[in-house]
């Protein structure tokens, strides 16, 4: 795929939804990582669900400290493998607290050395929080990017590094969202709704369904 056809994808897709952002509800960083935390194997529309009884308790490190594991699993129990989430959220709001003041760091070294805290969930927080051009891949995009032929690669860190070498610059801010939200409700997993896609004449995808 040529730079030209890369660029009126994200031309088109940015036509479509001009300012993307995730589906996960949050105000601050910290709100914003936990929901992130919580979300492993977990839908957006749940973890909404949870936060929204959680938060007006505890939506502050120290806050959910006070709540203690007990307190904050009975909050988040319906979310798939809470008891682990709950775990790691607990032991993150000690390390903010103890290292960082209470307050989310903007930097990936220090957000991978917080628990549960992976490359990806560190990108979602340095581009959705603190504006960073960074790259979050997940299934949908590791799919999107592969199947279209915007970036192929055989692992999540190579599509990373082929988005954030091909994506023009002037899109690179808001691509994760727009790749993420075509994934999910367009460019789905067992057959994509090719018949209603705005970018399907730019596509590489050899075998196109007709699906709306």
């Not at 032929?149 to 994506?167: N, S």
């Not at 057959?191 to 075998?207: A, N, V």
Request: overall charge positive; hydrophobic content about 40%; some cysteine.
């Amino acid at each position: 795929m040529n730079a030209q056809k890369r660029h009126e994808i994200f031309a088109r897709l940015q036509a479509e939804n001009p300012h993307p952002t995730t589906e996960l509800n949050w105000n601050t960083p910290f709100e914003l990582l936990a929901a992130v935390l919580l979300s492993a194997q977990a839908t957006d529309v749940g973890v909404n669900k949870a936060t929204a009884r959680l938060y007006p308790v505890a939506n502050t490190p120290q806050a959910i400290i006070d709540l203690g594991i007990d307190g904050l699993k009975a909050h988040i129990k319906t979310i798939g493998l809470y008891n682990t989430k709950a775990e790691n959220l607990m032991k993150t709001c000690h390390m903010l607290v103890n290292q960082h003041g209470g307050e989310v760091p903007d930097t990936r070294q220090a957000l991978e050395a917080l628990p549960g805290v992976g490359r990806k969930t560190a990108n979602v927080i340095l581009n959705t929080a603190f504006g960073q051009p960074t790259m979050a891949v997940d299934t949908h995009i590791f799919r999107v990017s592969n199947r279209t032929g915007i970036a192929k690669g055989k692992d999540v860190v190579e599509v990373e590094q082929k988005l954030l070498r091909h994506v023009p610059k002037g899109f690179l801010q808001d691509a994760h969202h727009w790749l993420i939200l075509h994934g999910r409700y367009t460019c789905i997993a067992r057959k994509p709704r090719c018949g209603s896609c705005i970018i399907e004449d730019l596509c590489d995808y050899k075998d196109k369904t007709e699906l709306t």
